[in-house]
């Protein structure tokens, strides 16, 4: 990893300082803003059955939000991060159509933390995708799940607002990443893998990436996959003012960048994990029948999907009457995810 020096900025000298060679802390100052944080309130949600993925993803969120919003207070923070980067990593390997649908599927009461369980989700699959073995794997999903812990509140805040960033929000958002990495080691943490992938996450192949604005050489291969992971959830993920966007018109966003911010091979490896229509998307067939993907095949074009009601029937999708037409994107509410969690129960 090359130097990374703090920016030259009262507003980032105010809340951090340099210990060493790309070791970050945080400022009194700024300890004592994260020391004061107040954990939300969260509802407690009926996502059908209890061993249903959508349940076991929605207690793991559930355990995540005190890590994000009231990090200081927690025991053993460490040990509970890498607790529900293990669990979320037995669920995807029993039921990864399940758990890339929720990804599309699953409404937000918080988004920063709806967002690491996502961003860990994908970067599981394409971590097995690459053969990266289990300790890799592990420090990349702890990567994901708090590389946004420093502006958690803002996160959520931005989500919810439909007026672009304030000068103030602008400011938190292009240091978070020193922010997050000096807070995780507040925590404890100093797995250096770890650390890398949060500090450079949103640096970009131009160099025109923060904090540091690295240059393509640079930029960590893994920190360069984050990224990718980090941009594909924030795009299928819906805000209070706009839908999510469809998964094929996300995924043909990135690879239409490829060669100049991203790698098109990790491009590539995305759409052959997710597929081109993934679980979780609503489709429209040549019938005029609209259904919904529920498992990937070889045939990135088509996956088996299921009618709304028919959620344990099959139907593949390689041949008239069935071919798939086009994304559909439905309006789902929270009202709606214990019948949509039928399909992979």
Same mark, same amino acid.
């Given at each position: 990893?090359?130097?990374?020096?703090?920016?030259?900025?009262?507003?980032?000298?105010?809340?951090?300082?340099?210990?060493?060679?790309?070791?970050?802390?945080?400022?009194?100052?700024?300890?004592?803003?994260?020391?004061?944080?107040?954990?939300?309130?969260?509802?407690?949600?009926?996502?059908?059955?209890?061993?249903?993925?959508?349940?076991?993803?929605?207690?793991?969120?559930?355990?995540?939000?005190?890590?994000?919003?009231?990090?200081?207070?927690?025991?053993?923070?460490?040990?509970?991060?890498?607790?529900?980067?293990?669990?979320?990593?037995?669920?995807?390997?029993?039921?990864?159509?399940?758990?890339?649908?929720?990804?599309?599927?699953?409404?937000?009461?918080?988004?920063?933390?709806?967002?690491?369980?996502?961003?860990?989700?994908?970067?599981?699959?394409?971590?097995?995708?690459?053969?990266?073995?289990?300790?890799?794997?592990?420090?990349?999903?702890?990567?994901?799940?708090?590389?946004?812990?420093?502006?958690?509140?803002?996160?959520?805040?931005?989500?919810?607002?439909?007026?672009?960033?304030?000068?103030? =929000?602008? @400011?938190?958002?292009?240091?978070? *990443?020193? !922010?997050?990495?000096? %807070? #995780? $080691?507040?925590? +404890? &943490?100093?797995? /250096?893998?770890?650390?890398?992938?949060?500090?450079?996450?949103?640096?970009?192949?131009?160099?025109?990436?923060?904090?540091?604005?690295?240059?393509?050489?640079?930029?960590?291969?893994?920190?360069?996959?984050?990224?990718?992971?980090?941009?594909?959830?924030?795009?299928?993920?819906?805000?209070?003012?706009?839908?999510?966007?469809?998964?094929?018109?996300?995924?043909?966003?990135?690879? =239409?960048? @490829?060669?100049?911010?991203?790698? *098109?091979? !990790?491009?590539?490896? %995305? #759409? $052959?994990?997710? +597929? &081109?229509?993934? /679980?979780?998307?609503?489709?429209?067939?040549?019938?005029?029948?609209?259904?919904?993907?529920?498992?990937?095949?070889?045939?990135?074009?088509?996956?088996?999907?299921?009618?709304?009601?028919?959620?344990?029937?099959?139907?593949?999708?390689?041949?008239?009457?069935?071919?798939?037409?086009?994304?559909?994107?439905?309006?789902?509410?929270?009202?709606?995810?214990?019948?949509?969690?039928?399909?992979?129960?």
């Amino acid at each position: 990893m090359p130097a990374l020096t703090l920016p030259d900025s009262l507003f980032a000298r105010n809340r951090l300082c340099e210990d060493g060679e790309n070791i970050f802390r945080l400022s009194p100052r700024q300890r004592d803003e994260y020391a004061a944080l107040v954990l939300p309130v969260s509802h407690q949600r009926d996502y059908g059955q209890a061993d249903s993925a959508f349940a076991v993803l929605s207690r793991l969120e559930g355990r995540l939000l005190p890590l994000l919003y009231t990090p200081l207070d927690c025991a053993a923070p460490n040990v509970e991060l890498h607790a529900i980067a293990s669990e979320l990593e037995q669920l995807i390997d029993q039921q990864a159509d399940a758990c890339i649908a929720s990804i599309l599927l699953s409404p937000y009461e918080h988004y920063t933390p709806r967002h690491a369980i996502n961003a860990a989700t994908l970067i599981h699959l394409l971590g097995k995708a690459q053969a990266l073995d289990a300790n890799t794997r592990q420090s990349l999903a702890c990567a994901a799940l708090t590389m946004n812990i420093g502006i958690a509140s803002t996160q959520d805040q931005m989500a919810r607002q439909a007026a672009p960033p304030t000068t103030a =929000q602008q @400011q938190l958002i292009k240091l978070h *990443p020193l !922010l997050s990495s000096a %807070l #995780i $080691r507040e925590m +404890g &943490i100093t797995d /250096p893998l770890w650390h890398e992938t949060v500090l450079m996450h949103h640096e970009q192949w131009n160099g025109s990436g923060y904090p540091f604005r690295l240059q393509q050489a640079d930029i960590a291969e893994y920190a360069h996959l984050m990224h990718i992971v980090d941009i594909t959830c924030s795009k299928l993920m819906p805000r209070s003012y706009r839908n999510p966007m469809p998964a094929q018109q996300a995924l043909s966003m990135l690879y =239409q960048n @490829q060669n100049q911010q991203i790698d *098109p091979n !990790l491009i590539t490896l %995305l #759409i $052959r994990t997710l +597929g &081109i229509f993934p /679980p979780g998307e609503f489709v429209e067939l040549d019938n005029g029948t609209i259904a919904i993907v529920v498992e990937r095949t070889d045939n990135l074009q088509a996956p088996r999907v299921a009618l709304p009601a028919q959620p344990k029937q099959r139907i593949q999708t390689d041949s008239t009457p069935y071919r798939i037409k086009r994304p559909t994107v439905p309006q789902i509410s929270a009202r709606h995810i214990h019948l949509l969690a039928r399909f992979w129960s």
